[in-house]
């Protein structure tokens, strides 16, 4: 099954049964630190999951693969079939920042892992650490989570390019059979969006608030202009509400004109927005936003909007879910120019860390991450991106991954 890489003897796989996941106590999960960053990020982090694992009588036996130039250099490929094999045999993974080649035969290798391993929901959750700085007034208001659809719309890289033979063949047949005109010095794309992939997200994210008991799923689109695309996937939306989750929901209609805005002991209101409204409602409605689920493109921007209401990309973590599956990511990307500087903030994949022990159903150990790395901040133990900022005792990527491990040891 394997050509280069061997998966450790001891600990055991992560079950897939009935819906749920079954993880031992001992799982064996796949990593790669990716390019860049990767390298400084992703072993500072493991040596702060280790530690948190340990508190809760739990032990992770990692599994080293490669993606990215490392992998190239070993296999001659980006994402050699090793490490996707290795993800679908144990089903959870940490991975870190991937640069996709320039003309490396990958749009996106983020999106091809995505893709081949249908991965449908990029699952980010934004939240305020005491002591980070940031632009909003009332930054503790932010807390949300964001259900991104990621294997459609215009990220299925369905394009051709201008005064290509394809795309005049379209030009033309959009124009004889529907009477549609569009310029010849056009690149065209195509932007699907599927009933299928729109009810499998929201009915994931509908889960999602009622298993960790949030108030409200927002559906996200821009259906007032695409009517047939993103005003489908509201429609949908409101279908798998309807059809699936019809005793333990609310519409935002229904709350008021039913229940005088109260929202009833056991339900979740359901709302949605208008994508380009929603970038200033999460600004000046923070606390009336909860659980957000949204096409791919939606979500690409408004996740990072919202990272930035909370400290910038640096400090968010990420994740991509699929049924059984997850492969768990920070947002930021590989900044090459730091690469094994010892120098970047290692927050955000030691917080994907902490969304990955939560996904395994190791909850306490997640909370007790994120604990102590607000602790940590608190402390004024930071690294050079937050120091600028707000001053304190400047440390490296392992120092700050240290102080994370002391805090916990103290928890």
């Known amino acids: 099954m394997y050509e280069k890489i061997k998966p450790p003897e001891e600990g055991r796989k992560i079950e897939y049964k009935d819906g749920k996941l079954v993880v031992p106590d001992n799982p064996i999960i796949p990593y790669f630190e990716g390019d860049g960053i990767g390298k400084d990020v992703v072993p500072a982090a493991i040596n702060v999951l280790n530690t948190a694992a340990n508190k809760i009588g739990r032990e992770i036996v990692w599994f080293k693969t490669f993606a990215g130039e490392e992998a190239y250099k070993l296999y001659g490929n980006y994402l050699p ?79 051709w390019q201008k005064g290509s033979d394809e795309a005049l063949r379209i030009i033309k047949f959009l124009k004889e059979e529907f009477g549609v005109e569009i310029r010849k010095d056009s690149g065209i794309g195509v932007k699907p969006i599927s009933e299928f992939a729109t009810k ?15 108030q409200s799923v927002t559906l996200v689109h821009k259906g007032n202009i695409m009517k047939y695309t993103e005003g489908a996937f509201r429609d ?15 519409t935002e209609k229904e709350l008021w004109e039913n229940y005088n805005g109260e929202i009833p002991k056991g339900k979740i209101v359901i ?45 968010a973590p990420g994740s991509n879910i699929g049924d059984g599956m997850g492969v768990f990511e920070p947002i930021h990307g590989s900044a090459p120019k730091y690469a094994g500087q010892n120098k ?22 997640s909370e007790m991450i994120k ?18 900022q707000i001053g304190g005792n400047l440390v490296g990527t392992r120092e700050f991954a240290e102080a994370v491990i002391e805090n916990l040891d103290s928890l």
């Open 371 to 388: 604990k102590a790395v607000e602790m940590t901040v608190q402390q004024g133990i930071v690294t050079y991106d937050l120091h600028r």
């Open 236 to 250: 949908w939306g409101y279908e798998v509400v309807r059809e699936e989750f019809g005793d333990v929901v609310v």
């Open 81 to 159: 079939n090793d490490t996707l094999n290795a993800i679908r045999e144990f089903r959870v993974a940490l991975k870190g920042p991937l640069t996709t080649p320039v003309g490396g035969g990958f749009r996106s290798l983020n999106v091809t892992i995505r893709q081949v391993l249908d991965l449908y929901a990029n699952v980010r959750p934004i939240y305020y650490l005491k002591g980070v700085p940031s632009p909003l007034k009332h930054p503790e208001k932010v807390d949300m989570v964001l259900f991104r659809e990621n294997t459609e719309d215009v990220y299925a890289g369905i394009e």
């Open 271 to 315: 709302k949605d927005r208008i994508a380009d409204n929603m970038f200033q409602q999460i600004l000046t409605r923070t606390d009336e936003y909860d659980v957000l689920a949204l096409p791919n493109l939606n979500g690409d921007y408004l996740s990072d909007a919202a990272a930035g209401l909370v400290g910038g990309l640096g400090i």
């Open 344 to 365: 970047v903030n290692p927050t955000a994949e030691i917080l994907t860390g902490a969304l990955m022990f939560e996904y395994l159903g190791w909850k306490k150990a």
């Open 200 to 214: 499998r997200l929201v009915r994931l994210a509908i889960e999602y608030a009622l298993e960790n008991k949030r």
